[in-house]
Nanobody
Framework: QVQLVESGGGLVQAGDSLRLSCVASGLTFSSYAMGWFRQAPGKEREFVAAVSRSGSSIYYADSVKGRFAISRDNAKNTVYLQMNSLKPEDTAVYYC?????????????????????WGQGTQVTVSS
């Protein structure tokens, strides 16, 4: 049974930082590209960042570029999202997701439908 468990969310003030973690189990983590998505109240879920299975390829949404950093530790089956200079508009439930990458070390996707497995989400609230 595949599980993705996010943690690290919370209530912070604008300008603060948070680091989200997502621990995966039940799959061969190093075979999966990983992504972070978020859903704000009343809005559709949107792409935030993705990292290839090797960690060599990374992609960010324009809204977080320069402020957020995605990374992974395949030895710990964990993907991280370091979020700096947080803004109120970053308030959302953040989800991690896993996308089977096969043998490609550089593959990643920003398309939600490409991801096979999803976590339950962690709430991030940024006050002004």
């Amino acid at each position: 049974q595949v599980q993705l468990v996010e943690s690290g969310g919370g209530l912070v003030q604008a300008g603060d930082s948070l680091r989200l973690s997502c621990v995966a189990s039940g799959l061969t983590f190093s075979s999966y590209a990983m992504g972070w998505f978020r859903q704000a109240p009343g809005k559709e879920r949107e792409f935030v960042a993705a990292v290839s299975r090797s960690g060599s390829s990374i992609y960010y949404a324009d809204s977080v570029k320069g402020r957020f950093a995605i990374s992974r530790d395949n030895a710990k089956n964990t993907v991280y999202l370091q979020m700096n200079s947080l803004k109120p508009e970053d308030t959302a439930v953040y989800y991690c997701a896993a996308d089977f990458a096969g043998y490609s070390g550089t593959y990643y996707s920003k398309v939600q439908s490409a991801y096979e497995y999803w976590g339950q989400g962690t709430q991030v609230t940024v006050s002004s």
